[in-house]
């Protein structure tokens, strides 16, 4: 039973998910700051309100109230959260794995070391050459 559950851990799948989940969260952190500490403050200035959750409030009979500045405000999050990941992590990331497929394709091309049996091959071919 321990067996087993040590080939679960470490089954490599089950590594690179928690990798990626401490990563995920550590970029959380980054692109959370960056649209709080730049973007927010920007948009709240537009709307003359301390956050868009307060603005474009429309109150219902009933004491109810619309809160289109909410709905507003969580879009334009996703929207910037999406453009940070997107401009600051995903096109780096695409433009390093396009040079390094750009560089194992040159790699490719080059030619491969001889082996020994070729090299022992020609070798004998050119004493055989100039024997005659």
């Known amino acids: 039973m321990l067996n087993g559950f040590k080939d679960f851990i470490m089954r490599g799948n089950v590594i690179e998910l928690a990798v990626a989940v401490v990563i995920g969260a550590a970029f959380n952190a980054i692109v959370t700051k960056v649209v709080e500490s730049i973007f927010n403050p920007?948009?709240?200035?537009?709307?003359?309100?301390?956050?868009?959750?307060s603005a474009l409030i429309v109150e219902l009979p009933g004491g109810a109230a619309l809160q289109?500045?909410?709905?507003?405000g969580a879009v334009i999050n996703f929207?910037?959260?999406?453009?940070?990941?997107?401009?600051v992590f995903v096109v780096p990331m695409n433009k390093m794995k396009e040079r390094q497929a750009a560089k194992a394709a040159v790699e490719e091309t080059e030619e491969p070391a001889p082996i020994e049996?070729?090299?022992l091959t020609e070798i004998r071919d050119l004493l055989a050459q100039k024997q005659h």
């Open 42 to 53: 920007l948009i709240s200035a537009i709307f003359k309100a301390d956050a868009l959750d």
């Open 68 to 72: 289109f500045g909410a709905v507003i």
């Open 79 to 87: 929207l910037l959260v999406a453009a940070v990941v997107y401009f």
């Open 117 to 119: 049996q070729q090299l």
